[in-house]
């Protein structure tokens, strides 16, 4: 479908048909494998060599060849995370066909889905490192594609530059840790890895440590955890809304799942460095919240309070391995499926309303729960489920009273508050004239443009409600799984809804000062981001490319110089040879005897 799409469609609709029909054929398919994988306890596994070179012949037999293999590993959760990813895509170029009818390039901007799709199914069922980085990579260039899709206006190419330098760096760090675990075990298999990690010879715990922070990074990278989440918060405007969603949700699920599967490496390094993963995924389910407050692009909001769920996910995962035996890790991982489409849902709602206000501002938005009554439920349904997924999440695998969980929990609160505060801005209170826009204007999206969001909110409560089933995480890991006690699940989810009802209360009694206050602390943050970019380019990028300057300029000084020396010198070669050989010979033999005068041992002395 990518070829088809890249090729021979050129018009809008079949561009968008294409798109369709390729990510409903891969949805039938892995519905097909997913019925094929019900009886059957063990995941289907088929191995192909892509190359193999020979580059020793003694030491271990780990290191005698190298070749790089396809493996093709498919367990229920690969199946659940596709199906996850296509459902948010479908729903997103549904979407995307009714509202984004002006957007440029609709051939690139399907084939490239279609592409991102391909990639997500090749990380999803790689066993082998090597082959899962190059189907990351592959992932990574259409994304970056996908949020500079805008490349032609000014803002967006400008903004997309963050989209290209911050994913690379923490891909290249993904790459660096499978690199590393490549040099000291020999093989990126990982059914031959994680049995040999203690065995191998001249294995060492410093070395597992290194690995398992360098492969951390790239995935919270992907994952969008503060403080690597300004690729995805600053295109929230410049990007198509079909693009900004897709890249999040396809990123998210792909990357928890693959965070899931590499924990066995972070295990068995030491205790420090799952506590120091810990640390950082408690700290981003805090600061991005907490960042939503300052500022009032309803987009911005959705992103940071969507990446506090995702660090929730990633904490109970680590969790989970860290109390042995893993008995609730799968569970961060079922409550990132079901953030995935309540994001998408939330972000494509949010774009219906503010093309209908014609505006990206909180504080000039408003009554669209009496305008846009179809929107405003599909955005109210979706951010129960954003606020929610995290309180299920740890009732299953983290305990309230330890100090994690303090932390966790005050990330499901400000989740909670961050993510109504929007609902809240856009859907009451009045709206207000402005210049060139009238509100009596204001009407609902199209039909098809309203439907996607409902829908997508809908499988994000249905995976909500099957990740507190105890059967559906026996399904994903194959294990079995306790009852979670109904005093945890309690306990849990009355802090989320103690912040849903904080919040309802202080914009009940006071939006305009809310918002005011928001938008205070948005500029303040505006000014610090400014000056510390300031400081950067002062003391770090001006010296650098003033180094980079001058050494441009006298390289070419150089040359100059080196091109007149050396046509003096040919210059001088040419009149030697056009000159009379006797007279030449005769004043070569003086300065000889000269030299051999003045440098023998006696004259010297």
């Not at 903004?159 to 994913?167: F, I, M, Y």
């Not at 950082?280 to 500022?295: K, N």
Request: hydrophobic share 55%; glycine share 8%.
């Amino acid at each position: 479908m990518f070829i088809i799409a890249l090729s021979s469609v050129r018009t809008r609709r079949s561009a968008s048909a294409t798109a369709m029909f390729g990510t409903v054929v891969t949805l039938l398919l892995t519905l097909l494998v997913a019925w094929g994988l019900t009886r059957r306890s063990t995941p289907y596994v088929v191995t192909y060599q892509y190359f193999s070179m020979s580059i020793a012949f003694s030491g271990p037999q780990n290191f005698q060849t190298f070749g790089i293999d396809f493996i093709l590993h498919v367990d229920h959760l690969t199946v659940v995370a596709l199906a996850a990813i296509e459902v948010c895509m479908l729903g997103a170029i549904g979407w995307h066909q009714v509202m984004g009818r002006s957007e440029p390039g609709a051939a690139r901007f399907h084939a490239v889905i279609l592409a991102l799709l391909f990639a997500c199914v090749g990380v999803l069922m790689s066993w082998d490192l090597a082959e899962l980085f190059g189907f990351w990579a592959i992932g990574g260039a259409m994304t970056y594609l996908l949020l500079a899709h805008r490349w032609g206006l000014d803002e967006p190419a400008r903004r997309a530059r963050v989209a290209l330098a911050l994913p690379f760096l923490t891909d290249l760090c993904l790459l660096c840790g499978i690199a590393w675990l490549y040099a000291r075990y020999g093989t990126q298999n990982l059914s031959t890895l994680l049995p040999i990690l203690h065995t191998n010879p001249g294995w060492t715990v410093r070395s597992l440590v290194v690995g398992s922070v360098l492969l951390f990074i790239g995935i919270a990278g992907r994952l969008a955890l503060w403080p690597f989440n300004s690729w995805i918060t600053q295109t929230s405007l410049s990007a198509p809304a079909a693009a900004w969603v897709i890249v999040q949700a396809a990123w998210s699920v792909v990357a928890i799942v693959v965070l899931y599967r590499v924990m066995p490496i972070f295990l068995a390094s030491n205790p420090q460095t799952l506590q120091a993963c810990l640390a950082l995924c408690g700290v981003a389910a805090v600061v991005a919240p907490l960042l939503s407050f300052l500022g009032n692009e309803p987009r911005r909001v959705i992103a940071l309070a969507g990446s506090a769920a995702v660090a929730i996910g990633a904490a109970v995962v680590i969790a989970g391995f860290r109390s042995q035996p893993a008995t609730f890790a799968v569970a961060g991982v079922a409550a990132v499926l079901a953030v995935a489409p309540a994001r998408v849902a939330a972000g494509l709602a949010l774009s219906s309303i503010a093309s209908a206000m014609r505006t990206d501002d909180l504080t000039e938005m408003g009554d669209a729960w009496r305008r846009m009554r179809a929107s405003s439920v599909a955005l109210l349904a979706s951010i129960v489920v954003l606020g929610l997924s995290g309180s299920v999440a740890l009732a299953l695998g983290v305990t309230s009273r330890s100090k994690l969980g303090v932390a966790l929990g005050e990330g499901v609160l400000l989740i909670a508050i961050a993510s109504l505060r929007v609902f809240l801005a856009v859907a009451f209170g009045p709206l207000r004239r402005r210049r060139t826009f009238e509100p009596d204007r204001v009407r609902e999206a199209p039909q098809g443009a309203v439907s996607w969001p409902a829908w997508l909110a809908l499988v994000g409560a249905a995976f909500l409600v099957a990740s507190a089933i105890t059967g559906w995480l026996n399904f994903l890991d194959g294990q079995k799984h306790p009852v979670p006690g109904l005093g945890s699940i309690v306990v849990w989810g009355a802090i989320a809804v103690a912040g849903f009802a904080a919040c309802a209360f202080v914009y009940t009694r006071g939006k305009d000062g809310a918002l005011a206050a928001s938008a205070a602390g948005g500029v303040l943050l505006s000014r610090m981001t400014t000056t510390g970019f300031g400081l950067v380019d002062r003391f770090l990028v001006e010296p650098i490319t003033d180094i980079a300057r001058r050494v441009g300029d006298w390289i070419p000084e150089g040359d100059g110089a080196l091109g007149r020396f050396t046509n003096a010198s040919g210059q001088l070669a040419l009149a030697a040879v056009r000159a009379p050989a006797l007279p030449l010979v005769i004043v070569l033999a003086v300065v000889m005897a000269v030299l051999f005068a003045l440098l023998a041992p006696g004259v010297a002395r």
